[in-house]
C-alpha cells in the first residue's frame, strides 16, 4: 500500500494517469434533470412544500407554528427543510400570492435544488395558485431554476463528486400538456449551462482555436451553417482590431461566424428574411496587454469571452424554440497577451470599415475586435445588431455585479431589450450616449483613439462601438462586465461564469415581431 503521503500528493483521475482533464470544452458540469409527472413518484427522497408569505397558515401539512419556530416567513428562495429520517419535506417560499410569477418560481427551483444536499430524487409540487401563469408555464418556470441553480462545474476535479446529478419531477395536473413549456424552458437552460462551461474553462485550456471547435460542434449539430475565419482570413478580411489585439499572442485568433436559417421565416417589406445579427466579444483572457493589469485585476479574466459564450449558445437553441426570425452571430476570439510583438501603446491599426484607431491603452481591447464585428454584422442590411461584451469594469462601478448596462441608438430596441431580460429574470439598466463625449475620443493623428478620460469609461466604450455600426442599423450593446461573472452565488446564477443574457437573447428573439411581454401569454 502506498504511502498516504504520496497518494494525496497525487490524486488519480479516473480514465487516466496523466492529470489531464478528459472533457471536452463546454462541457464538464454536472446539472439536475427535470422530467414532469402527475404524482410524487414513490421513490422520492425529499419534496418541495411550496409556501406563500401571506398564507403561512395554510402551507400544506406543515403547521404554521412550526414555521414561526423555524424563522420561515415564506421569503421568495428561502427554504426549511424538515428531515424525516429518509424522506425529506422542503418548504420553499415564494413571497406574496399575488406577485407569484415566472421569477419567483424560478428562484423557488433553484432555492429547492441547493437544499436537496444529498437527495437524489426529488420532486416539486406546484402551488395551486400560479397567478397569471397556466400550470405549463409555471412548471417551466420552476424547471429552469432547477437547472440553473443546480448548476456544478466539476470537469478539474481529480475525484468524481460524490453527489451525482439530482433528478427532479415536476408535479402538474395534466403532464402532456406542460410538456411544450418545459422543452423551452430545458432548452433554454440547456444553453445557458453551455455557455457557463465555455467562461470557466482556463484561459490558457480555451484558446481561440478550441472555442471556435466546441462551438462548430454544437452549432453543427444544432443545424446551424458554421464559417470559421482563421487568423490569416481575419487578416486577408481586413479585420484590423482583431489583428492588433492578436499580436501579442501564440494563440491564432478565430471569427466563428453562425447562421440560422428559420423553416418559415419573417419576411421584411422587400420579401427578405428579417435578420437580426448578434456579436459577442471572445477575449479568451484579458492580461490588459502591455498596459497590463495588476495580479488582482487579472484573476478572473478568463471570462472575458463571455460575451462570445452567451451569443454562440443563444445561436444553437434557436432551432429547437423554433424561433421566427433569421439570426446571424460573430464572435471574434483573441486572448489579449503581452508578447514580443504585441501592440504598443500609442500604434495605429485600420479597421474593418477604413476607420484608423491609436490604441493608446492596450487594455481597451474588447472595443478593437467589437468594432470590426459590428462593422463587418452591418455590411448588409439587418433589423437590428446587438453586442455583448464584457467590456468595462466602470460598469461594475456605476452598476454592481448584478446588473447590466444596456447602451444604443435606438429607443423602441433598447425597449425591446429590457422586456426580454424582465422575462428572463436577467437583470439590466439603460446608460447614456452622451454626444458630446465622443470628443474624448479624438485623437491627435488618427479617427479615433480608443480611451476617453478616467471617467464615465462605459459611455464612451459604448461611443466608440457606435462609430463601426452602418447608420440606420438599430444597436444594442450589452456591457456584462458585473453579472457574466460573479465572485458569490445569486439565487439562479452561480458563483463563476453565470451565462448571463442567453436567456434574454432567447426571449428577445423568440418574440421577434410581436410583444415581447405576450410570450407569456401565448405559449398556452
Ligand atoms: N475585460 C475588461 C473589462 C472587465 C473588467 C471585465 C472587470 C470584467 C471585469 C476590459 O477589457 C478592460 O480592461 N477595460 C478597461 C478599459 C479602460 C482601459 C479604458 C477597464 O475597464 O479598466
Ligand atoms: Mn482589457
Ligand atoms: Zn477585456
Known sequence: MPRKSA?????????????????????????????????????????????????????????KAV???????????????????????????????AKVGATALRKAGAAFTKALR???????????????????????????????????????????????????????????????????????????????????????????????????????????????LDAKAIEAAGLGGIVAVNKGSVHPARLVHLTYEPADPLLDEDGDPVTVALVGK??????????????????????????????????CALPALDVPVRVESWTPLTDNMTGGDAQRPGDVYTARNGTTVEVLNTDAEGR???????????????AAVLDLATLTGACMVALGDKIAGILG????????????????????????????????????????????TRFGGTLTAGLFLQEFVADGTPWVHMDIAGPAFLAAEDGEHPKGATGFGVRTLLALLAAWGEDVTDQVDAED
Not at 424525516?84 to 418548504?91: E, T
Request: aromatic share 4%; glycine share 10%; hydrophobic share 45%.
Open 368 to 382: 478593437l475586435v467589437l468594432a470590426d464585428a459590428l462593422a463587418l454584422a452591418t455590411e448588409t442590411k439587418k
Open 282 to 315: 471572445g477575449i479568451t483572457f484579458d492580461s490588459g496587454g502591455l498596459s497590463l493589469k495588476p495580479a488582482d485585476g487579472m484573476m478572473d479574466m478568463k471570462c472575458d469571452m463571455a460575451g462570445a459564450a452567451a451569443v454562440s449558445a443563444a445561436m
Open 409 to 452: 441608438n435606438d429607443d423602441e430596441l433598447l425597449g425591446d431589450v429590457e422586456e426580454a431580460a424582465e422575462v428572463a429574470g436577467e437583470r439590466v439598466w439603460q446608460l447614456p450616449l452622451p454626444a458630446d463625449y465622443r470628443a474624448q475620443l479624438d485623437s491627435s493623428i488618427a479617427d479615433l483613439k480608443n480611451i476617453g
Open 67 to 97: 414555521l414561526d419556530r423555524a424563522g420561515f416567513a415564506g421569503r421568495v428562495g428561502q427554504t426549511l427543510v424538515l428531515d424525516d429520517g429518509d424522506s425529506a419535506r422542503i418548504v420553499v417560499g415564494l413571497g406574496p400570492a
Open 118 to 228: 444529498g437527495h437524489r430524487r426529488a420532486a416539486f409540487v406546484l402551488p395551486d395558485d400560479t397567478g397569471d401563469l397556466t400550470q405549463a408555464q409555471a412548471a417551466g418556470a420552476v424547471a429552469e431554476g432547477v437547472v440553473l441553480g443546480g448548476y456544478r462545474f466539476d470537469a478539474y476535479r481529480s475525484q468524481a463528486p460524490k453527489k451525482g446529478a439530482a433528478s427532479v419531477t415536476v408535479v402538474v395536473e395534466d403532464p402532456r400538456a406542460a410538456r411544450p413549456a418545459l422543452d423551452r424552458a430545458l432548452a433554454s437552460a440547456d444553453a445557458v449551462t453551455f455557455a457557463r462551461n465555455l467562461v470557466n474553462e482556463p484561459g490558457g485550456a480555451l484558446t481561440p482555436a478550441v472555442f471556435a471547435e466546441a462551438v462548430t460542434e454544437r452549432a453543427s449539430a444544432a443545424g446551424l451553417t458554421v464559417e470559421v
Open 7 to 63: 497518494t494525496t500528493a497525487t490524486p488519480s483521475v479516473p480514465g487516466g494517469d496523466d492529470r489531464r482533464p478528459n472533457h471536452a470544452a463546454g462541457a464538464g458540469s454536472t446539472v439536475p434533470t427535470v422530467t414532469l409527472g402527475k404524482a410524487v413518484p414513490a421513490n422520492a427522497a425529499a419534496v418541495a412544500v411550496p409556501a406563500f408569505s401571506d398564507r403561512l397558515n395554510k402551507v400544506d401539512g406543515v403547521r
